[in-house]
């Protein structure tokens, strides 16, 4: 079930990979309104803790949240569930 409906994707993808991922998801470079959004991360350690779910990694609740907090739209909403739904409670 989700927690908060949001219209943009985003993921961490080596600068190695950058190109290929592109490619493969038939990305175009967009000014504005784009719903992908490509992250290199400046190091692994976004990495740490991530499960594989499928074909892709996906980061540790603590990242997320993290991530999520950085987030204008609905990204504190989304972050206070998931504190909630992960570790019980938030302040």
Do not use: W
């Not at 990495?47 to 907090?69: C, G, N, R, W, Y």
């Not at 998931?82 to 019980?88: C, M, P, Q, R």
């Amino acid at each position: 079930k989700p927690t908060v409906t949001y219209n943009k994707a985003y993921a961490y993808v080596a600068q190695r990979d950058f190109d290929e991922v592109v490619s493969l998801l038939n990305l175009q470079p967009v000014e504005t309104g784009g719903n992908v959004k490509l992250i290199i991360p400046y190091d692994e350690c976004v990495l740490i803790h991530s499960k594989k779910m499928k074909e892709a990694f996906i980061t540790s609740p603590t990242q997320t949240v993290l991530d999520l907090f950085s987030n204008k739209a609905r990204g504190e909403e989304a972050a206070l569930e998931i504190i909630e739904k992960e570790f019980g409670t938030y302040a």
